[in-house]
């Protein structure tokens, strides 16, 4: 059992730079590095979508093409923190951020494989 919570949402101009983090607590014996994290948003009116993974060790990334070279996924496994980085922000970045945890041993996109979500942290893009 593992309990994501997300924070540092909030509005920025665009341009503007924000840090997602996301904190698990781990039911007793659970280990934070057993599961692949990822990070997903979802705008009104479209599907969850997957914007950024992590590999178990940290060693392997993912970006979804939107983001490449805007957003940056990392993840410390001594204080089970995934974090990510958000940088020159534009109004269509707004959406609901969700921090998800998945037994998956490689980097996986699908929503489907990701077992365990956070509440969500809304990010919202003024231009």
């Known amino acids: 059992q593992v309990q994501l919570v997300e924070s540092g949402g909030g509005l920025v101009q665009a341009g503007g730079s924000l840090r997602l983090s996301c904190v698990a607590s781990?039911?007793?014996?659970?280990?934070?590095?057993?599961?692949?994290m990822g990070w997903f948003r979802q705008a009104p009116g479209k599907e969850r979508e997957s914007v950024a993974a992590?590999?178990?060790?940290?060693?392997?990334?993912y970006y979804a093409d939107s983001v490449k070279g805007q957003f940056t996924i990392s993840r410390d496994n001594a204080k089970n923190t995934v974090d990510l980085q958000m940088n020159s922000l534009k109004p269509e970045d707004t959406a609901v951020y969700y921090c998800?945890?998945?037994?998956?041993?490689?980097?996986?996109?699908?929503?489907?494989?990701?077992?365990?979500w956070g509440q969500g942290t809304q990010v919202t893009v003024s231009s």
């Open positions: 781990l039911a007793s014996g659970g280990t934070f590095s057993t599961y692949t």
């Open positions: 998800a945890a998945s037994r998956n041993m490689v980097i996986t996109t699908s929503t489907l494989q990701y077992r365990y």
């Open positions: 992590i590999s178990r060790s940290g060693g392997s990334t």
